[in-house]
């Protein structure tokens, strides 16, 4: 599969839009398109899955490891990937350069061209030649402008550019194209997705013939990952806008290996007949009201008392904690499984990838092991003194900057998210 990384000159340069439009345009010429977004993010990929109709890939090397990335990247479908970058191109210390050069795909830059013509280009120029002066191997091949008129404005970006590297484009400024945003991020795909006949006069403007000459396709790693046995079991897996942020490679990976059976706490669902839960996160502080009445958090509090494995990752963790106090001071009981009460917050309270080390052995991970995820909560939470913390905290903030993962029972609650590849998610179907 033939691949191209867009990747923006900064936050917020529209990186999003672009990629929607991209797809959008590959799509009408016939192409069946994977999306895909370097970083940890899970907001960006609902609407990348909401326009091209298939999970979009996560691509972090952090999080999987370069073998990871590459399996990741090859189990996607398609005979195009077109991957969304995070922040500017050589932001991070796992940064979108770092998923290109690790991938060997061509980097076309996003530039935000509503105030400039000639400076576009020379930015991108800029950002081609910093590759060499920063010793990385990334290939910036062309420039696609969001937020470009036509005409004048879009002749005077493509005349300006240099030799090697092509125009691919523009994002025009449409009123429909825009994503509101809120805490964590933009608004779901599924809640603001873009208006269809904004996206579709965008994509008219991207050249997907000179998109396609410029794209290649990755080396695939001979490294595949060992074969697991599948248990006859069922692992419940809480699916709605208070536990939105599961990456679709654990969906299925616990497909690989269990039965998955899918509710909603937010609708009422009463937790499924299983041998494991798993709560993601999300949005629970949205919910809180509704959870606290709902009868799948009685429900995963009688079975944490009964010893059935329970993984909460952030807004998990926040479901499975004694309180839920929402930033305008309303408190709500919640599940009560784990000794803390959660305090939401204006302002971030960390945002950071992770690495933890298992103080015991846990649903995640052995005594003594490492393991990596990502964190972005605005929450904290305030864990009871004879508190058991699954993790020492090696970079990261976790609960209290030197712990994560509070265990009661045989349930771990944890701020860090975590991806399959780190191999969480097979120890934790072990774990049943």
Not at 57 to 85: A, F
Not at 407 to 431: I, K, N, Q, W
Request: charge should be negative.
């Amino acid at each position: 599969m033939k691949g191209v990384v867009l990747a923006g000159t900064a936050s917020g340069v529209g990186k999003t839009v672009a990629t929607l439009a991209t797809v959008r345009a590959l799509e009408r010429a016939g192409h069946a398109v994977q999306p895909a977004k370097a970083g940890p993010d899970f907001i960006d990929p609902s609407h990348h899955a909401a326009v091209a109709g298939r999970p979009s890939r996560t691509l972090d090397p952090w999080l999987q490891g370069e073998t990871g990335l590459h399996r990741n990247y090859h189990r996607g479908e398609g005979d195009v990937c077109v991957v969304e970058g995070a922040m500017g191109l050589y932001d991070g210390d796992t940064s979108t350069a770092v998923v290109a050069e690790a991938l060997s795909l061509p980097v076309v830059l996003v530039v935000d061209a509503s105030a400039g013509m000639e400076s576009v280009a020379a930015s991108a120029l800029g950002f081609r030649e910093y590759a060499d002066h920063a010793d990385r191997d990334i290939d910036v091949v062309g420039v696609l402008a969001a937020r470009a008129h036509g005409g004048r404005h879009e002749r005077g970006i493509r005349e300006a550019l240099p030799d090697g590297l092509a125009y691919l484009g523009r994002v025009p400024p449409l009123d429909g194209l825009s994503i509101p945003e809120r805490h964590l991020g933009l608004h779901l795909g599924s809640e603001s997705p873009v208006d269809p006949g904004a996206l579709d006069e965008a994509a008219a403007e991207i050249r997907v013939d000179r998109l396609l000459d410029v794209a290649r396709e990755p080396p695939r790693s001979d490294a595949e990952r060992e074969p697991q046995a599948r248990v006859d079991r069922t692992v419940a897996v809480a699916r709605d806008d208070a536990f939105a942020f599961c990456y679709p490679a654990t969906l299925e990976r616990l497909r690989e290996r269990a039965t998955v059976a899918v509710f909603s706490p937010v609708a009422g669902d009463p937790l499924p007949d299983c041998d494991a839960v798993y709560l993601p996160g999300g949005y629970p502080e949205r919910h809180a009201a509704t959870l606290a009445s709902a009868p799948a958090l009685d429900d995963v509090a009688g079975a944490a008392a009964d010893g059935t494995p329970v993984l909460g990752e952030c807004g998990g963790l926040m479901a499975l904690a004694e309180s839920l106090t929402t930033a305008d001071g309303e408190r709500h009981a919640m599940a009560g499984v784990l000794p803390a009460d959660v305090r939401m917050h204006e302002r971030y309270r960390a945002l950071d990838h992770v690495e933890l080390r298992a103080r015991e052995s846990t649903l995640t991970a052995s005594e003594g092991a490492t393991l990596r995820g990502h964190e972005f909560h605005y929450s904290s939470a305030e864990a009871a003194g004879d508190a058991r913390f699954a993790f020492d905290t090696v970079r990261g903030t976790g609960l209290d900057s030197d712990h994560d993962g509070l265990t009661e029972h045989r349930t771990l609650g944890t701020y860090c998210h975590v991806h399959p590849e780190s191999g969480a998610f097979d120890r934790f179907v072990d774990a049943l």
